[in-house]
């Protein structure tokens, strides 16, 4: 294999970066998140570990300047002593939690009772002093949150839906019929396609709740085992694979005297339930219809559960979803997005309230008329914004960067992932970001060893966004780089900003091993205008690799010292299938490819996510034999290396071994690196540490031979 040794005038901080990295978390350790303003904006809660490679999540108080610490899992007497409930386990590897401890909590109208599971066990604080205290409850707890008056306590345990006082007066509202049933969580393709993690919303009479009911009777089983440990039983897992049969979800209105009431909407036009909520004006829901082509916001009659449309929105590619909509201000005024010519607009009543060209993200929350929202100028960036009838659009943030936020009270809390890393800060009054009275939240991540020191570049005739990181120890005109594509690629994601994530740390470590690192969202990724991310209607692999090979030729043309005669692609996810698909369909271009967990037949992928650009594949089957690696085995030319963890449970492990054996049958030499025991992302700290020295060896290698043979 290749040598690791340091080359000349490279930091010895290189070495050392795969460890801090994996330790790190990515550097998510340390870095404050999951924020909430009391009603007077004097307070803001939120949770931080106490190091930046300390796992344990504690929960903090911000007031007057001062952070106090309202939950330590260390000092909680019996906190670590259950496991974590396996409905638990998945909601966290759905939303990519890579901490313990308290990863999340939930509290009362004035955020003084809040609410979080530790292993398993209810506890609650009282923000305005004290000590956290057990709650009793009937078993197991998911999903804890009070009610608006601070009175109870909903959670989900054993797939049932109970409510508990804070005496320990539990009272069990809805029961789970039968084994494939749950009440009050988000089934799988709402957590992982649409981004619904929850299943379940208090009404402000704290006297009833919005529930969901999951049957996931007609879903699939599939069955994850563990190789390494042939006495383990398999687990059963429920995955609604394209074209195959979903969940079925309904919701029920549930009083704490015992009564139900079933919503009605027509289910079989439109079976998925995208978002809900119940404000001062009642509940609501936003469905969508199987084909994703039709979506619709529902007003429900809190007596009967009787629907009426308040809004319909159709599209001929799909209704994209955006976080927050649908919302409603005081006045009733509903909050959507509106995808017009080449803006994604915010709508406030029906009326656009945001101007063409500035691209709607998502919508952060609703303060009395006040609409807090992200939005691209640029896609570089992406900035907190906020609307008010009478004083238009103003940007909060300010710096380059791209930021989220949570607002109430007359304070924001702007978090964003900047040049410098992650910074947090706390914004009093119409103020800007960085003039007073402005004050930071403290990280306390760890700096990484290895500096990004991207080089920003728009390539090509369709202007594509890319970073270019190029070795420090390397001069220009001194000498050939190979060079390595790193994208991602695909919807849902960009890699090339004014921010400094751990992905651009990776790029740079790659380029200090003696790469020209190139990264380019293409067509597809998001914040660019409805039509560049809808270009990938019905084929995912034809624009997504001209767009990464029209980049690299338009860098070289700038960059004299790029190899193209030595050119390889990583990549993990889409970013592996884009990789794979790199040495299948462009040989000539790349050399050699390492592919991470990649969706190689796109038919095994989950039915939301995947018709959505593909079609349902018995309408549309030519378009997932086209986007598939599968079927293409025998065009393989280069060196390709297949990693994936074995307890995959979103991209299966099926992917892989299924795409070497047709590699092996048509007689095309492959090398795959199977993981015991991980999912999607990698979490052991010596696998993901490993996996970077090991693709990065794999990959000079290959282009080593290639060149000897050249």
């Known amino acids: 294999m290749h040598s690791s040794t340091v080359k000349s005038g490279q930091s010895s901080d290189s070495v050392d970066f795969p460890l801090q990295f994996a330790r790190s ?35 903090w108080q911000y007031e007057d300047g001062t952070e106090r610490l309202l939950a330590d899992p260390a000092l909680l007497v019996g906190a670590g002593s259950g496991a974590v409930p396996e409905e638990e386990r998945l909601r966290r590897e759905r939303a990519r939690e890579r901490s313990v401890g308290v990863v999340s909590y939930a509290t009362d109208d004035a955020a003084r009772l809040v609410a979080f599971a530790l292993s398993g066990a209810l506890w609650a604080v009282r923000t305005d002093g004290g000590t956290p205290f057990s709650v009793p409850a009937a078993g197991p707890v998911v999903d804890p949150r009070p009610s608006l008056d601070g009175r109870y306590i909903a959670y989900v345990s054993s797939r049932c839906f109970h409510v508990v006082d804070l005496a320990g007066a539990d009272r069990q509202l809805a029961r789970a019929e039968a084994p494939e049933v749950s009440y009050g969580l988000a089934e799988y393709v709402a957590a992982e396609s649409m981004h619904r993690m929850r299943g379940y919303w208090w009404a402000p009479d704290s006297r009833r709740l919005l529930v969901a009911r999951v049957d996931t009777g007609p879903v699939e089983r599939r069955y994850l085992s563990d190789p ?39 289910r079989r036009a439109y079976e998925y339930v995208v978002a809900a909520g119940w404000d001062a004006h009642g509940p609501f829901v936003s469905v969508q219809s199987r084909d994703q082509r039709t979506m619709r916001t529902l007003a429900i009659d809190p007596e009967t559960g009787a629907t009426a449309v308040l809004h319909e929105r159709t599209d001929p590619a799909w209704v994209e979803i955006i976080d927050g909509t649908p919302a409603r201000t005081a006045s009733g005024a509903l909050v959507l997005h509106e995808d017009e010519g080449d803006t994604r607009y915010l709508t406030v009543d029906g009326r656009r309230v945001t101007p063409e060209g500035l691209q709607l993200c998502a919508v952060l929350g609703v303060e009395g008329e006040r609409v807090l929202f992200t939005a691209s100028e640029n896609p570089l960036e992406t900035h907190v914004w906020c609307h008010e009838p009478g004083r ?19 304070t924001v809390v702007l978090a ?7 910074v947090v800060g706390v914004l009093r009054g119409d103020g800007a970001a960085g003039d007073p009275p402005y004050q ?45 594509l790193d994208p991602y690629g695909g919807a849902g994601l960009q890699l090339v900003g004014r921010a400094r994530g751990w992905f651009t740390c990776v790029s740079q470590w790659f380029a200090e091993q003696g790469f020209a690192v190139l990264v380019v969202d293409g067509r597809g990724t998001p914040n660019r205008g409805p039509a560049w991310e809808k270009a990938l209607h019905g084929d995912l692999i034809t624009p997504v690799l001209e767009d990464q090979v029209d980049a690299l030729r338009a860098a ?43 969706p190689t037949d796109q038919r095994l992928y989950d039915t939301h996510w995947k018709e959505r650009f593909l079609g349902h594949p018995e309408e549309q089957p030519d378009n997932y034999a086209a986007s598939s690696l599968i079927g293409h085995g025998h065009l393989l030319s280069r060196p390709l290396l297949l990693v994936h963890g074995l307890a995959d449970d979103n991209v299966a492990a099926a992917h892989t071994l299924r795409f070497s054996a047709e590699l092996l049958a048509a007689g095309k030499p492959h090398s795959v690196l199977p993981l015991p025991g991980a999912t999607h992302m990698p979490a052991d700290d010596t696998v993901v540490a490993q996996l970077l020295h090991f693709q990065r060896d794999f990959l000079l290698d290959a282009l080593e031979e290639r060149a000897g043979q050249g």
């Open 25 to 59: 978390r990515r550097f998510s350790l340390g870095v404050p998140r999951h924020f909430t303003v009391s009603p007077d904006g004097r307070r803001v809660l939120f949770v931080r570990t106490a190091s930046g490679t300390d796992p344990v999540g504690r929960l």
């Open 228 to 266: 390494a440990d042939p006495t383990k039983p398999p687990q059963a897992i429920r995955y609604p694979a394209a074209g195959t049969p979903n969940a079925e979800v309904t919701l029920q209105l549930l009083s704490l005297e015992g009564e139900r009431v079933e919503v009605e909407w027509d």
């Open 392 to 410: 238009g659009i103003r940007r909060l943030s300010r710096e380059p960067g791209r930021y989220t936020g949570v607002a109430r009270g007359g």
């Open 416 to 422: 964003g992932l900047t040049p410098q890393g992650d």
């Open 440 to 484: 930071a939240l403290a990280s306390l991540a760890e700096e990484p060893s290895i500096i990004p020191r991207p080089v920003h570049l728009t390539l090509g005739e369709r202007e594509l966004h890319g970073a270019l990181y190029l070795p420090s120890w390397h001069e220009a005109g001194t000498g050939k780089l190979p060079v390595l």
């Open 556 to 598: 070289a043309a700038r960059f004299d010292d790029l190899d193209l005669t030595r050119v390889a692609v990583r990549g993990w996810s889409f970013g592996g299938f884009l990789a794979a698909a790199a040495v299948l369909h462009r040989p000539d271009v790349f050399r050699a490819a390492v592919a991470g967990a990649p």
